[in-house]
Nanobody, 123 residues
Framework: QVQLVESGGGLVQAGGSLRLSCAASGRTFSDNAMGWLRQAPGKEREFVAAISWTGGITYYADSVKVRFTISRDNAKNTVYLQMNSLKPEDTAVYYC????????????????WGQGTQVTVSA
């Protein structure tokens, strides 16, 4: 089991940037793909981005491609989400998650979740 703690959320104006961090504990961190998902009020949780166990492959939802960048530092047991050109529709609680596999695909099961961090983008 991997324990995850997110940080870096906050309030930002449209067009601004935020960098989310997710610190992981547990010896299996570097074995798993990691991801960021988000949930806006009244909406289902949706996939945002994922990164393979080595960091060599990244995956993005169409809505955030080009604007968001996921990365990881396995030496620090941390995964990041750099969010640029933020839009009001990016407002949501962002969750870090650890996959049960080294790579991501649409069937990926998420084995561990963080508590979430709020991102609010004002118009």
């Amino acid at each position: 089991q991997v324990q995850l703690v997110e940080s870096g959320g906050g309030l930002v104006q449209a067009g601004g940037s935020l960098r989310l961090s997710c610190a992981a504990s547990g010896r299996t961190f570097s074995d798993n793909a990691m991801g960021w998902l988000r949930q806006a009020p009244g909406k289902e949780r949706e996939f945002v981005a994922a990164i393979s166990w080595t960091g060599g492959i990244t995956y993005y939802a169409d809505s955030v491609k080009v604007r968001f960048t996921i990365s990881r530092d396995n030496a620090k047991n941390t995964v990041y989400l750099q969010m640029n050109s933020l839009k009001p529709e990016d407002t949501a609680v962002y969750y870090c998650a650890a996959a049960r596999s080294p790579y991501y695909n649409k069937y990926t099961e998420w084995g561990s979740w963080g508590q979430g961090t709020q991102v609010t983008v004002s118009a």
